[in-house]
C-alpha cells in the first residue's frame, strides 16, 4: 500500500540552492556582525557553517530564521515590515537583503538538481501517488521554473502562499498538510519528505503517516531523533517497496515483546552503522519493557471506547468495570493520566469518575485538567451549525432500525453497527457526505468502528491534544516516555503524533496495519498492563 500523496520540500531535497542559502545566510549575518563589531564595540562572533545554519535557520521561514539566529547572538531587534529596504536594520529587512543574495546567485546559475530524487518523484507518480511540494522559500517558484521541474508538482505550498494563508512555518505541519489536503489526501496516509530538523518535525507535528529524512550533511541520527521514521542518505537507496512496506507493517504483540524484540522490523532495512544507506527509527528494536519503561518518568494517555471498556452496540452502554477503574485509580497515584476521548470531555470524565486527571473529549477540542479548562475557539463557533445538522440527521434517519445518533456539543456521531441492511448503511453515508461536502469549510469527516462522525474542519486533532497537554505539563519529550493507548482510527492521529518521542499501542484483537508500536488483544490485556506498570 503505497500513500496517497507524497509532499517533497525543495532545497537540500530536490535542488542543492540549500548550500546557495547557507552562503547568503552567513554574507548577510556576519556583514551585520562586523557592522555591531565598527558601530557598537561588540566582539565579532561569525556565523558558523554548518552549525548555525542548521541550528536556527534551515527549513525555517526567512524572517523566523532571521529572528532565530539574532536571539542566539542576544540580538533584539523590531520585526520591521515586509516591504522594508533589504539592509535596514530590522528582522524583515536583514531578511529581504539575505534573499537579494540568493536571488543573485540564482541569475547567475541554474540551480543543481539531485537527479535519484527526480527520479524518485516519477517513479511514485507513476504509481498514482499525487505529488506536491511544500516549502518556506517564497523563491520555490522561480527556482522549479529555472529548473524546469514546476510541472512535476500538482501542488505547491511554499512562503508566498503561506503569507497569503496565514500558515504557521516549521516545526508546525501547516504547510504540508495543507499540501496533502490539497491533492485529496489525509496527512495520515501521506509521506512527506524532509532534510531539515524543522521539517522532520513538522511531519511529526502534522501526523503524517511517514516522515521520510534526507541525511545531506551526516545528520541521520538528529533526525531520526527529531522525528524522521526513516532516514536515507541518497534517494538511490530507497524504493517502492519499503515506502509500500511502511504503510503495511503491523504492531508487535506487547507481551510477547516485553522483554526482548526478536529482530527488527524487517529484515531488509540497514542501519547507517552497517552500510551508510538507510536507517529505520531505532524504535522498532526496543522491547516493551525498555521503550515503556527506559526513561526518567513515565506519563500515560487513554482512549476510553474499546480501551478501557470493550467496544458495545450502544455509546450509553460502555460502562468502565469496577476493576478497570479500580486499575486506572492505581496507575495515576504511580504516574499522570490522561484521558483523550471522542466522547463529550463531561460524559467521559463521569464515566471514568476519577477526580484528578486531565480529560480531552470530542477527539481534543474540549480539555480539561486539574486547574484549568481549553475549549477550541472554532470547535466553539460550530456549535450552532452541528445542533442544525443534528436535527436534519434525526429527520432523514430516524427510521432507519439500528442507528443511533449520537449528540455531542462539538460534533455528532452517526452508528451504524446495528444496521443490518447494506442499503441503509449506503443510504447514511450518501447523507453524511452530502452534508459534509455542502459544509466543507466548517466541517470534516472522520470514520471510524461503524461510526460516521461529523467535526469542525479544524487542524486539531487526538495528536494535537496530546502534545497540547504534554506541553501545559511541561514534559520533557527527552526523558519522558509518552504512552498512548487507543483503539479507533482516530486514535492514529495520537500514534503519529508521539511516534519516535513515545510508544503508540493499538488494542485489536484483528492483526492490521498500524502506526502503533505495539499491540494488545483486549481491554483486559490493557489492565494487565496497568498491573504490569503499578508492579515495577
Known amino acids: 500500500m503505497l500513500p496517497k500523496s507524497a509532499i517533497f520540500d525543495l532545497d537540500g531535497v530536490i535542488t542543492q540552492t540549500a548550500l546557495v542559502h547557507e552562503e547568503a545566510w552567513k ?43 539574532l536571539e542566539s547572538r542576544n540580538i533584539k531587534l523590531p520585526f520591521g515590515d515586509p516591504a522594508d529596504e533589504p539592509g535596514k536594520e530590522t528582522i524583515c529587512g536583514l531578511g529581504n537583503k539575505k534573499n537579494n543574495r540568493f536571488l543573485e546567485v540564482l541569475k547567475k546559475e541554474k540551480p543543481k538538481v539531485y537527479d535519484n530524487a527526480v527520479r524518485f518523484i516519477k517513479a511514485l507518480k507513476n504509481e498514482g501517488v499525487k505529488i506536491g511540494v511544500a516549502s518556506s522559500s517564497k523563491s520555490c517558484k522561480p527556482i522549479l521554473e529555472t529548473a524546469g521541474l514546476l510541472s512535476l508538482f500538482e501542488t505547491r505550498v511554499d512562503g508566498v502562499v503561506s503569507a ?64 524522521a521514521d526513516i532516514v536515507i542518505s541518497n534517494f538511490a537507496n530507497i524504493d517502492l517497496g519499503l515506502i509500500d512496506d511502511w504503510f503495511n507493517r503491523k504492531p508487535v504483540p506487547l507481551f510477547s515483546a516485553w522483554d526482548k524484540l526478536d529482530k527488527p522490523y524487517q529484515d531488509k532495512i540497514v542501519d547507517f ?212 493507548i487507543g483503539d479507533d482510527t482516530t486514535d492514529e492521529y495520537a500514534f503519529s503524533a508521539i511516534r519516535t518521542r513515545g510508544t503508540g499501542i493499538i488494542v485489536s484483537d484483528e492483526d492490521k496495519p498500524s502506526l502503533a508500536h505495539f499491540r494488545l488483544d483486549s481491554p483486559k490485556q490493557v489492565r494487565e498492563l496497568f498491573e504490569k506498570a503499578i508492579e515495577k
Open 164 to 227: 497569503e494563508l496565514g500558515l504557521t512555518g516549521k516545526p508546525e505541519g501547516d504547510i504540508f498538510t495543507t499540501a496533502a489536503r490539497n491533492l485529496g489526501a489525509e496527512p495520515l496516509e501521506s509521506v512527506i519528505i524532509e532534510d531539515a530538523v524543522s521539517g522532520v518535525q513538522a511531519g511529526r507535528n502534522g501526523s503524517f503517516g511517514l516522515v521520510l529524512g534526507v541525511a545531506r550533511r551526516d545528520n541521520e541520527k538528529e533526525l531520526a531523533k527529531q522525528g
Open 273 to 484: 552503522e552497517q552500510d551508510k544507506k538507510i536507517l529505520v527509527n531505532f524504535y522498532y528494536k526496543r522491547s516493551v519493557k525498555e521503550a515503556l519503561f527506559g526513561k526518567e518518568k513515565v506519563i500515560f494517555f487513554l482512549d476510553y471506547d474499546g480501551t478501557l471498556t470493550p467496544i458495545v452496540g450502544r455509546p450509553e452502554m460502555a460502562k468502565i468495570s469496577s476493576q478497570m477503574q479500580e486499575a486506572v485509580k492505581k496507575l495515576a497515584q504511580n504516574y499522570p493520566v490522561s484521558i483523550v476521548s471522542g466522547r463529550m470531555r463531561e460524559d467521559v470524565e463521569n464515566l471514568v469518575g476519577i477526580k484528578g486527571l486531565f480529560y480531552a473529549g470530542s477527539h481534543g477540542f474540549d480539555i480539561k485538567g486539574p486547574d484549568f479548562e481549553i475549549v477550541q475557539p472554532k470547535a466553539r463557533e460550530v456549535v450552532p451549525l452541528v445542533a442544525k445538522i443534528i436535527g436534519k440527521l434525526h429527520a432523514d434517519l430516524d427510521s432507519i432500525e439500528g442507528v443511533i445518533i449520537e449528540e455531542k456539543k462539538f460534533s455528532v456521531a452517526v452508528h451504524y453497527r446495528l444496521v443490518k441492511e447494506e442499503a441503509q448503511i449506503k443510504k447514511i453515508k450518501k447523507l453524511v457526505d452530502l452534508i459534509v461536502n455542502k459544509n466543507k469549510d466548517n466541517l470534516k469527516l472522520l470514520s471510524g468502528k461503524k461510526v460516521f462522525e461529523l467535526l469542525p474542519n479544524m487542524e486539531w486533532d487526538k495528536g494535537k491534544a496530546i502534545r497540547w497537554i504534554a506541553e501545559s505539563m511541561q514534559v520533557d519529550w527527552q526523558t519522558t516516555s509518552v504512552i498512548y
Open 27 to 69: 554574507e548577510m549575518f556576519d556583514e551585520y556582525l562586523r557592522l555591531r563589531e565598527k558601530r557598537d564595540n561588540e566582539p565579532f562572533k561569525e556565523f558558523r557553517k554548518p552549525k548555525d545554519y542548521l541550528e536556527f535557520v534551515d527549513g525555517k521561514p526567512r524572517y523566523e530564521g532571521v529572528k532565530s539566529f
